[in-house]
Structure formats: structure tokens, C-alpha cells
């Protein structure tokens, strides 16, 4: 009983002293110390705001001091908000730090671009954290740039309720519906002029064509996406950028954060939904990233509904291409990095692809899908599937590779047909065991399989960096394709003439990777 009085005792005092704001203190004298000389608050849009930085102003002499002052330069006129140990405010006065202590600052802004100056499109907003005064003064620079944008988002009507669009019709004949709307006809096509910014589903309507010009770039916030109805079609015309890093030429979809932290998380929008009736899509030199399902393609009876063409889907929480009866044609299309399925064939369709590479390292969870998916039949009820004829599914100087052991999933209703076709590609599918007694996993039938090479390493570069670039010489990829088909397609996604007397498979022509050394 005494221990637990004396632990009692002690800790109370622990308390009353660190709670104590009676003790003595002198002035600081500029000796203060800091965790960073220049808060960076990345990029952000107009009237968006930023995330929080944060920042420590350490107090690293032996005495406790009081700062007489921390204030922003351009005072209450400034676009900062600052947070100072709990305090909110523009500026503060008599801020203590024990010895050897220190204090955090929380940065935050939202700025209106056109409430600054000689702005052309983006302006470099900059102000000053200001400490103590005259000799005394110390500052931290703060940095920010702004863009602005067009911005598209459902109506807000007067009694708080949020334009919605019908998607479907549920099993008790209930309406469907998504915050939305449909973009007016001045609105179908998206310039490189300025970004574009879109909340909620920004929906094409029947018969109209949405159109996105080169360099454009298409930003969503959480739970938005685009959508195109029936008869409707979407047509992005990406090209080549004369420099390789700088993408300045491809179309981009990606989310509304542009902070280096949120440049590789998935799910942070929803996706692009080309819906049942839509049809004649094409997307060029396009990267679409960050999303819960890349392109979501709905069936179509007819003509071709979807061609890509160098198009990258990356860091996708769940699909990056999942079409349902789907007639789709791809050529130099790399997608990786997906929570489920880099590419699912589903119920049945029509698709050929050719020098693709479809990988999978996904690295935020458990995958359990492989990286390529093909089924013809869904089931709908307990006992009950939706069955349609997989017309074709041909892949042709391709790579299908991930970090499991079985990256092809073939799932066959035998009461229609299932069509399928391997050529000229790299195949991952490890069964030591014979595990997988299935016909249509017998790799040596040269009606299913023709020229694959099975489970050697295509030496990617960088999957972590969805670089899949493949070496030359030592990649299982490197020489396996069919001339014929590399002659159709004769650039690889770099913009590299491919070898047509001996091409490599997947997206790229190999090359030699630099020295690590160098």
C-alpha cells in the first residue's frame, strides 16, 4: 500500500510540473533552431486545400526561453494558416520551449488563384514563418504552387441534396443512382490549356463523344470517375512526347492530390466506366493511375467497343482493365501494380492483344487473382450462371509475369465456347505438382500455346517504379516474338523501331540497363 501511495505521489507531481506554466524564462536570441529552413507545400489546385506539413522549432540551450514572437510576414493578409503548439492563428506572441524542448508548427493553405497577381495558369505563392524580431529575427520560407483549373462537379440544389444520374435499375425495379451529371455539350472536349478537375461522375451522354486532347490532364476526387452511356463514346488522343520523362505529350488520369505522397497510392478515385451500349472508345498514349478499377468496359454487341494503344494502368486497389463481353484490341499496353486483377476477360467477348505486358506486384496486401483473368460465364444466383461464347482471346509477343506462382486464370463454362490463344509470349504458371489437371492448362498443345516460353525471368527494370523495361540477353522475353506480328505494331512503347527479324515480347524492345555503378 505505501509503494502505491509513493507511485500515486510521484506521478501527480509529474503532472503538476509538466502542467506548470510559472517557470522562469528568458528571451530567445535567435538561436533557435529548426527542422527544415523551407516548408515545400507541393502543388495544390485554386481553392483547394493542402495538406498539413508540419515543422519543429527546437530550443537546444540549456535555459527555458520565451519567443517574444512567431508571426507570418504578410500577417492576416497571408494564404497560410499556422497551428502553433495548439494555437491557431496568423500570429502569436510569448511562445515558451524548455531547454533541450521543442515545439511543433502546423502549416496549412488554400489559395484563390485569382486573387493573385499576373497569374497565367499557375502561380508561385510564397510568405515567411517571422521569429522574434529585429537582430533577433530568424524566418523559415514557405512555398507553394498553385494551378488552376477547370473545375466539373454535380449541382448542389437548395436543399442540400446532390445532382445524381441513374446507372441501373435494382431487383426491386429501384432506381440506381451516383452523385453525377452529364457534361453539357461545351464541355466534350478537354484541352491541355488548363487541368481538369472533376467530383463525382462526369457522364457523356448517348450518341455524344467525349474528346481529350494530347497533354491533357484529368484529376478525380474520391468516389468520381467518368462515365459514357449508351451510343456514347470516349476518344483520348494522347502521342508521343518528344521527351520520355516528361510525358509532356500523354493524357494522364490520376487523382486530385498532388502531394509526392499520393503519387503511387491506389483507390483514390473510382474509374472509367464506358457502360452496356457504349461502343468505338480509343485511347492513345495514355496513363490512367491511382483508381479502384481502371477502365471498366461493359458489353457491347457489334463493333470493336475498345482499342488502346500505349496506354499504362498502374497502382489500381482492384482492376485495371475488367471487360465484360468486351471487344478489345491492345497494342504496347502495360498495367501492373493491381489488387486483384491486372486484366480480366470476363464473360465471354472478343480480345487480341499484341506486344503487351500484363504484370502484377502488387505489394499492399494479400492477391489472390492472378495477374490475367479470362471466364466466359458469371454466376448470378445460387445455382444459376450467365454463359456467353468467348469468341477469341488471342495474346501475341506478350508477357504475363507477377510475383505468384500462377499468373494465367482460365475459367471455362464447357456450354459455350472458349477460345483462347497464346503466342510468341513469356507465361508464368508454376504447377511442380500437377496440381491443375485441365486441358487448357497443357502448355505443350500448340492449338493453345504457340512458341511461349514458360517461367523464365523477364528481368523488368523496376517493377516497384512500373519500369518494364527488359534486358537484353539475359530476359526469358528477349527474341521470343513472331516478326509478323511485331511488323504491326513496329514502335515499342519508348517510341524504339522494334527489331522485326527478331523481336523481343512485351511492351519493349530490350535494352542494356545502365552500370549501378555509374
Known amino acids: 500500500m505505501r509503494y502505491l501511495y509513493g507511485l500515486a505521489l510521484v506521478f501527480s507531481i509529474v503532472l503538476w510540473s509538466s502542467c506548470r506554466n510559472d517557470f522562469e524564462t528568458v528571451s530567445s536570441t535567435g538561436n533557435l533552431e529548426f527542422s527544415q529552413d523551407t516548408i515545400f507545400l507541393d502543388t495544390v489546385f485554386t481553392n483547394i486545400g493542402s495538406s498539413t506539413r508540419t515543422m519543429k522549432v527546437y530550443n537546444k540551450s540549456s535555459d527555458d526561453i520565451t519567443i517574444p514572437s512567431i508571426r507570418l510576414e504578410q500577417g492576416e493578409a497571408s494564404e497560410y494558416r499556422l497551428n502553433v503548439d495548439g494555437l491557431a492563428g496568423k500570429s502569436f506572441e510569448n511562445i515558451n520551449i524548455l531547454a533541450k524542448d521543442s515545439i511543433f508548427i502546423f502549416i496549412e493553405t488554400t489559395i484563390d488563384i485569382d486573387n493573385l497577381p499576373n497569374t497565367d495558369g499557375s502561380f508561385l505563392y510564397t510568405d515567411r514563418i517571422l521569429f522574434d524580431t529585429d537582430g533577433n529575427q530568424q524566418n523559415v520560407d514557405l512555398v507553394t504552387l498553385v494551378k488552376d483549373a477547370v473545375f ?29 451529371f452529364y457534361l453539357e455539350d461545351n464541355q466534350l472536349h478537354f484541352t491541355n490549356e488548363k487541368p481538369y478537375v472533376i467530383y463525382g461522375y462526369a457522364a457523356v451522354a448517348p450518341n455524344k463523344t467525349l474528346t481529350v486532347d494530347a497533354g491533357a490532364r484529368v484529376h478525380f476526387h474520391r468516389d468520381s470517375g467518368i462515365l459514357v452511356a449508351q451510343n456514347g463514346s470516349m476518344k483520348v488522343n494522347g502521342s508521343p512526347s518528344t521527351d520520355p520523362e516528361l510525358l509532356e505529350n500523354q493524357v494522364i488520369f490520376e487523382g486530385d492530390r498532388l502531394e509526392p505522397a499520393f503519387s503511387d497510392i491506389p483507390g483514390q478515385w473510382g474509374t472509367i466506366w464506358l457502360t452496356q451500349g457504349s461502343t468505338d472508345h480509343e ?83 494479400f492477391r489472390l487473382f492472378p495477374t490475367v483473368s479470362i471466364d466466359n460465364a458469371l454466376q448470378v444466383g445460387e445455382n444459376e450462371f450467365l454463359v456467353v461464347d468467348l469468341i477469341e482471346a488471342n495474346f501475341t509477343n506478350c508477357i504475363i509475369y507477377g510475383s505468384e ?57 523496376n517493377t516497384g517504379a ?16 513472331n516478326p509478323s506480328a511485331a511488323s504491326l505494331v513496329p514502335l515499342d512503347a519508348n517510341g524504339t523501331n522494334r527489331n522485326t527479324s527478331s523481336p523481343d515480347a512485351g511492351a519493349y524492345e530490350s535494352v542494356v540497363f545502365p552500370d549501378d555503378e555509374g
Open 152 to 180: 466539373l462537379f454535380p449541382e448542389q440544389y437548395a436543399d442540400g441534396t446532390i445532382e445524381t444520374i441513374v446507372i441501373g435499375i435494382d431487383q426491386d425495379d429501384e432506381e440506381i443512382l451516383i452523385e453525377g
Open 283 to 365: 485511347f492513345s498514349f495514355t496513363t490512367i493511375k491511382n483508381s479502384v478499377v481502371g477502365i471498366l468496359m461493359d458489353s457491347n454487341d457489334g463493333d470493336r467497343t475498345l482499342t488502346l494503344k500505349d496506354v499504362q494502368i498502374y497502382n489500381i486497389s482492384n482492376v485495371g482493365l475488367l471487360a465484360r463481353t468486351g471487344d478489345v484490341y491492345g497494342e504496347n499496353v502495360v498495367i501492373n501494380n493491381c489488387g486483384q486483377t491486372s486484366l480480366s476477360c470476363s464473360l465471354g467477348g472478343r480480345y487480341n492483344f499484341v506486344h503487351s505486358t500484363f504484370a502484377n506486384y502488387w505489394n499492399n496486401g
Open 405 to 461: 506462382r500462377r499468373e494465367i486464370g482460365l475459367f471455362e463454362n464447357t456450354s459455350a465456347l472458349f477460345n483462347f490463344n497464346f503466342k510468341n509470349s513469356l507465361l508464368k504458371f508454376e504447377d511442380p505438382n500437377g496440381e491443375f489437371d485441365d486441358e487448357n492448362y497443357d502448355f505443350s498443345n500448340e492449338l493453345l500455346y504457340t512458341d511461349i516460353v514458360l517461367n523464365e525471368d523477364p528481368v523488368f527494370f
Open 466 to 481: 512500373n519500369d518494364f523495361n527488359i534486358e537484353s540477353d539475359t530476359s526469358g522475353a528477349d527474341g521470343i516474338g
